[in-house]
């Protein structure tokens, strides 16, 4: 089968190319390269006087010139006008090579130069001014982390070991701007917090544990807390979210000078030793017994669910197997997508739900059959 004839519009003149259609395109945009030569543009890097630091690569701007001058434009249009002119009528696979070496030196010798090249004086002073900004940007971190820490912190640490899974606390605010198609939630503020341990890493997030942290502190507790479950991709797991806070101190966000910050309860599943500063108020805070499947646990969650007319309690983790067998014999029923038990409301499942706050689940009596 023949290859077919295309008809091509090169240096403004209409040729014929014999070869392949694809080809044909890419041979012709390449010739075509005289007549867009301002758009083209060589870099060179490095040092003055050391070859071995310099670089050389070329870049094409996609609208209109580089912003650098042809080099002897008077002379270049000549080359360029003699080039065109000598192009044949019909370009093959056999002469393309050829036009196209024939049309690289008048290209290398004309097209826009970038000299980014420096001395050693001038790179070493850039340096230096480069580290300066950077101690100035670690003194200011420093700063704004010692003056959070003052306000939110006891100066305390603690050592989640590896294994456990802790409580932590973070500010956050609002760093998204739909205008530019931007968003971040979740930008944080300050330093991250620990509140609390409460098991062992790799055990459910569950919104009880969360609350079981919070209910030690009294000025965290008393806010308005939303559990949050974001399992998916870019998702940040499960946690407790508040209400609006206060202002963030030294932050401007994308839109405003002033953001505001709320808090975000998460969860931390320790792979390695790690150290958190404590949250204020954190003082002899027990922590539930770690290495085995059934935890005793304290401050259990008991809710009302009123669009869906149940009641539903939550744990931190497993509860004992009596516990267990008590919800079962008063119609509780475990759900597994949500991570509760549930059954349908009636005063007296209320009263035994609210019985288990604040009790140590052993003591939870069991009815006999």
Known sequence: MGLHTYNAKIGGRSLQMKMKKDRAERIASKLNTLMFLAQHK??????????ETQNKWGSMTLFGPCGFPIRDQEAFEKKRNEFYASLPQLITEENAIELLEK???IFEAHVPVEDRRTTEEAKAAEREESNRVHAEFEAKRAAAKAEFLAEFSNGETLNVAEGLQAVTIHAVYDDSDVMTDYFNRHASYGEVMVLQIVGNAGTPHTEAKCRMALSHYPELQHRIWTWEKQNYSMGHGNFLTSETVGECKGVHSRTTDQPRYSWEVRFHDSRK????PCFRGYANIPAPALGSSEVSVEGVVVRRNEQLGGVEVLFPSKPD???IDALKSRGFRWSQRQGLWWARFSPEKMKFAQSLIDKTLEKVDVPQE
């Open 103 to 105: 049309m690289q030196p």
């Open 321 to 323: 197997r009596s516990v």
């Open 273 to 276: 030793d790690t150290t958190f």
């Open 42 to 51: 060589i870099e060179y890097s490095g040092i003055i006087g050391k070859p």
